[in-house]
Nanobody, 127 residues
Framework: QVQLVESGGGLVQPGGSLRLSCAASGFTLDDYAIGWFRQAPGEEREGVSCISNDHSTYTKNPRRFTISRDNNKNTVYLQMNYLKPEDTAVYYC???????????????????????WGQGTQVTVSS
C-alpha cells in the first residue's frame, strides 16, 4: 500500500524554523521525485519544493527553504527557516515518477504531475 506521511508541523513564531518530514512506504522511493506543496484557507495549492531521485531540486524560496532526501530512511525533508505568517498553510508531500522530471517544469511544480499524496501537516506561523 502506497503511503506518504507528513510530520513536523506545528506552531512557530515569526523568524523561527521547522523541519517537515515525509515518510514514504509501499513503493521504491528511488524511482520517484518528491514534492512539497502547501495550501492556505481559500487559496490554491502552491508548489514549494521538489527533489528528484538524482537529488536535483527546485525550490520556490531557496533562501529560506531547503529540501533533502534520505533514501535509506525512505524520507524527504523540508527545512524551513525565517518563517513568516504568510507561510501558514497545510503542507503536503507528494510523489511523482522521476522520469516526468516535475522539478524542471516551467513555472515551478504542478500538482497534476504527482500521483500519490499525503494527508498534510499544519504549519502555523504566529506570535
Amino acid at each position: 500500500q502506497v503511503q506518504l506521511v507528513e510530520s513536523g508541523g506545528g506552531l512557530v513564531q515569526p523568524g523561527g524554523s521547522l523541519r517537515l518530514s515525509c515518510a514514504a512506504s509501499g513503493f521504491t522511493l528511488d524511482d520517484y521525485a518528491i514534492g512539497w506543496f502547501r495550501q492556505a484557507p481559500g487559496e490554491e495549492r502552491e508548489g514549494v519544493s521538489c527533489i528528484s531521485n538524482d537529488h536535483s531540486t527546485y525550490t520556490k524560496n531557496p533562501r529560506r527553504f531547503t529540501i533533502s532526501r534520505d533514501n535509506n530512511k525512505n524520507t524527504v525533508y523540508l527545512q524551513m527557516n525565517y518563517l513568516k505568517p504568510e507561510d501558514t498553510a497545510v503542507y503536503y508531500c507528494a510523489a511523482a515518477r522521476a522520469e516526468r522530471r516535475p522539478h524542471l517544469r516551467a513555472g515551478g511544480i504542478h500538482p497534476e504531475d504527482f500521483d500519490f499524496w499525503g494527508q498534510g501537516t499544519q504549519v502555523t506561523v504566529s506570535s
